[in-house]
């Protein structure tokens, strides 16, 4: 049991620093959008989130969880976990920065924050859950 407890923290101890190194693509993606494009917040964070998925999916896969499943059926997994969070947050984002004229970096690092949290749950519990650790 003791060392099923070591391996989750060292597991949460990688998703968290994989999903850091996809923050600072999307924060670095986001903020040349924002910065040298008249485009408004939505598809600046839209792009951002999109790249910083792939980055973070791809490490997480084959290093935190050391999956050997089906990638596509994997990556299936994701897309409707982010067919949920995409337009909660893309919609909510923009409506806080364009509406209530919020920061559109606070709103940016509060999605990031939820985004951490509720992925690493849902990828080890569901999309990864039978095929941990087969790599």
């Not at 670095?28 to 951002?48: D, G, H, N, Q, V």
Request: hydrophobic share 50%; with cysteine; charged share 15%.
């Amino acid at each position: 049991m003791k060392k099923e407890k070591k391996k989750e923290i060292v597991r949460i101890i990688k998703f968290v620093f994989f999903s850091i190194s996809a923050g600072i693509i999307e924060i670095a993606s986001f903020s040349l959008l924002t910065e040298l494009t008249p485009l408004p917040y939505w598809p600046c964070y839209l792009t951002a989130l999109v790249l910083s998925v792939l980055w973070n999916f791809t490490l997480n896969r084959k290093f935190t969880f050391q999956s050997a499943s089906n990638v596509p059926i994997a990556m299936m997994k994701v897309a409707l976990f982010y067919a949920v969070f995409t337009p909660v947050t893309t919609i909510g984002g923009n409506y806080l920065v364009e509406n209530l004229h919020w920061n559109e970096y606070l709103v940016t690092g509060i999605n990031m924050i939820i985004n951490l949290s509720t992925e690493y749950l849902y990828d080890r519990f569901i999309v990864f859950k039978d095929c941990i650790d087969t790599d």
